[in-house]
């Protein structure tokens, strides 16, 4: 990491070295961990560096052992430096841990401990404050309290079991939540989308959510940026923070809830029309940021984002297996402020030779199951034309049935790989719509493994048509909104 | 500038007059109506003389809200002589009408011609300080809250998307045989204003309600400054 030292809160500076050291540690000490689970130890099963505890319950200490744990009486007493202290110690310890943790010279903390100022009881205040003034003397980076803490995919620092460990990451979380932080990773991982790193960051009392996400910004391992807040600490350097991150990777904004500000005395027209709502869109969107309502908005977008190359045209192909699904899936594509223009003279001419008209067509949106139902090799002809017509600059939104998979994937492997080589040729996006319900869908149970099986090829798949339509849609307006601040897109390696 | 707000403070007002916030704006640039204060119809003589005929006179007093309510408004004053007595008749009206009201006198203000309506307003938000708000004025902001925000600093991008943003917008671009007003000139006071707010954080809120958006041109013809509650 480079740069100066960066203000962090609201005072003091963190050398942005030690921070990364932090988010990156080979050493962990686990403080206060317990039985029966010792979750805080088992969620490090997969790390890749080593782990300490520190524990002076002797009821505690046997099962710590046990899991070939090596335990310690105090921080000061480990034999190695300590890059991460996770403390989970009860809240009127955390000022004896936070000393040790100075005089050992670590270069972070987790703090999972809650019963700080969110019970807004006065020794809960206190206590954060003696944390918050501690690390600003100390130069000291603190996550949380109150969190889940870090997680690194490649390291194996996890807060989760079911987060995976692995080389690669294309996606950086940072949440409010422990729970949405969880929910973000692991439903991207679902998606076959790798998260990089995801930050739990609850009472964000010394670093802050412009600081995690300045961090994400000069991590050159993410290339997408996902967010959950309810509100921020520092307004002006998130505002600040975010304008300069979205001109390089998108940032995905989920925002819960209302702000904690309370209500002010306003004697203009335009502070009663201030709402923290219109204030919050407008920042958004004015920074350029994509602007999510919900999970699996989310999720999808991320996929999008990840698993579709780069690009602001708007201008699809959209290929569904029935009548029905043809106009339906237009609808929501138009919706979405796509178009589905009409195809060259040319292009009609080729596929007139071979597709199957009664019972489908071929004008776009396509009605495609009668030609291609039986015939692997219709599609790609189909794909073929597609890729020659100029008309078409956005790609392909394509419905997948899972109808025979119960049977084996060879056929589905056919259609994938020639998606996969008009992907590749063109340069341009293919969604996989596999809907719940649609004629072609199947039984439910073979559907979501279909589903799983084409998000491992490497295609982003949507269950259902509107959704598809909406995260493609928010990827296609992002990539618009780079093209006209005057970044170009990155070249996304696939 | 430094004045306005220095003697504001000096009165523990955080409110300042509508010719304390027009004085504030002119000298930042902002386009508003010129509107000088005048204790005697002799003043408001050599005022109206340097602003151009026709004038507007408006009471000014901190205990009357409602100017119009207490006869404190008169428009259209094209002469000296009317402005003579147009002032003596005013000062008797409202001294009629609210007794006991401390009146520092009568403000002397250029009379716009009508334009369409528009609202430019800024306030402070508790997260992320100055923002501003765009929207057509009268039911469109009161009742529909037909507005735009953005946050401090507007690029020139935020201003034209600002004004573009708001549904009513095809009336700025002209219906019905109604001329369109300049968007750039709008643009332009959104972003003096947005320079104003960075430049002065001791000012809370601001209302330039309405500005007259014209085919050429924009003007503020009424103004607000509230200042922050502590002296900075």
């Known amino acids: 990491m480079s740069g100066k030292n960066a203000k962090i809160g609201n005072a003091g500076t963190i050398d942005p070295a030690r921070l990364h050291r932090a988010l990156n540690p080979r050493t962990v000490a686990v403080v206060g961990d317990k039985g029966p689970n010792y979750n805080w130890i088992t969620n490090l099963k997969e790390f890749t560096g080593k782990v300490f505890s520190v524990q002076l319950d002797e009821k505690e200490i046997p099962g710590i052992l046990e899991r070939g744990v090596p335990n310690f009486r105090s921080l000061v007493e480990i034999p190695e430096d300590i890059d991460l202290v996770i403390c989970a110690v009860p809240r009127q310890v955390t000022p004896f841990i936070m000393k040790d943790a100075v005089a050992k010279g670590v270069g972070g903390i987790s703090m999972f401990t809650s019963g700080f100022a969110e019970t807004g009881e006065e020794i809960g205040v206190k206590l954060q404050q003696m944390i918050y003034d501690t690390c600003a003397e100390n130069g000291m980076p603190l996550v949380g309290p109150n969190c889940m803490g870090i997680y690194n995919r490649r390291l194996g620092v996890k807060f989760t079991g079911a987060q995976e460990q692995g080389e690669g990451g294309e996606v950086g979380i940072v949440s409010q939540s422990g729970t949405h932080g969880i929910a973000m990773t692991i439903g991207s991982q679902r998606l076959g989308v790798k998260v990089t790193r995801a930050i739990s960051i609850g009472n964000a009392v010394v670093l802050n959510e412009a600081d995690y996400l300045e961090y994400m910004l000069n991590d050159p391992d993410v290339r997408v940026i996902s967010m959950y807040l309810e509100g921020v600490r520092n307004g002006r350097k998130f505002f600040e923070v975010l304008k300069k991150a979205t001109r390089q990777k998108p940032v995905i904004i989920w925002r819960g809830g209302r702000s904690r500000a309370g209500a002010r005395a306003v004697r203009s027209h335009t502070g009663s029309l201030a709402s923290d709502d219109a204030i919050w869109s407008a920042l958004v969107k004015q920074a350029g940021a994509i602007s999510v309502d919900t999970l699996e908005d989310a999720i999808d977008t991320i996929a999008a984002l990840v698993l579709a190359p780069a690009t602001p045209k708007r201008n699809l192909a959209l290929v569904a297996m029935t009548g029905g699904q043809s106009v339906a899936i237009t609808d929501q594509f138009e919706r979405a402020g796509f178009e589905v223009p009409e195809l060259s003279k040319k292009s009609y001419d080729i596929l007139g030779e071979f597709f199957v008209t009664i019972g489908g067509s071929y004008r776009n949106p396509f009605d495609a199951s009668s030609t291609i139902g039986r015939e692997t090799d219709n599609l790609a002809k189909i794909l073929e034309v597609l890729a020659n017509e100029r008309a078409i600059d956005g790609g392909v939104a394509f419905e997948l049935g899972s109808r025979g998979f119960e049977d084996g994937s060879e056929r589905m492997d056919q259609m994938l790989d020639l998606l996969r080589k008009y992907r590749d040729t063109t340069g341009l996006p293919v969604v996989a719509l596999m809907p719940d319900g649609g004629v072609m869908g199947g039984d439910a149970e073979i559907l979501v493994r279909a589903r799983g099986y084409v998000s491992k090829a490497g295609f982003p798949v949507y269950p259902s048509f509107q959704r598809g339509a909406a995260a493609l849609g928010r990827a296609a307006a992002y990539w618009t909104w780079r093209k006209e601040v005057g970044a170009r897109p990155r070249a996304v390696k696939k | ?232």
Do not use: C, W
Request: hydrophobic content about 45%.
């Open chain 2, 1 to 232: 500038m430094a004045d306005v707000i220095a003697s504001a403070r000096a009165a523990g007002r955080t409110l300042l007059t509508e010719v304390e916030s027009k004085e504030l704006l002119h000298g930042a640039g902002i386009p508003v109506t010129r509107a000088k204060l005048a204790k005697k119809a002799k003043q408001a003589e050599e005022i109206a003389e340097e602003i151009g005929y026709p004038v507007v006179l408006k009471i000014v007093s901190p205990d009357i809200a409602h100017k119009s309510d207490v006869g404190g408004v008169a428009v259209g004053i094209d002469s000296a002589k009317a402005l003579r007595k147009a002032f003596k008749e005013m000062m008797d009206r409202v001294q009629a009408a609210a007794p006991g009201a401390h009146i520092e006198g009568i403000s002397v203000q250029q009379m716009a011609t009508p334009g369409t309506e528009v609202i430019v307003g800024a306030t402070t938000d508790p997260q992320f300080g100055p923002v501003m708000m765009f929207g057509l004025g009268g039911v469109f902001v009161e009742v529909l809250k037909d507005v735009a925000f953005r946050v401090v600093p507007l690029e020139p991008r935020d201003a034209r998307q600002m004004v573009r943003e708001i549904r009513g917008f095809p009336i700025l671009e002209g219906v019905r045989g109604g001329p369109a007003a300049d968007l750039g000139a709008l643009e332009s006071l959104i972003l003096r204003v947005s320079d104003f707010m960075s430049q002065h954080p001791e000012i809370a809120e601001l209302d330039l309600n309405p500005v007259f958006a014209y085919p050429n041109g924009a003007l503020a013809v009424d103004a607000r400054v509230v200042l922050t509650e502590a002296a900075s």
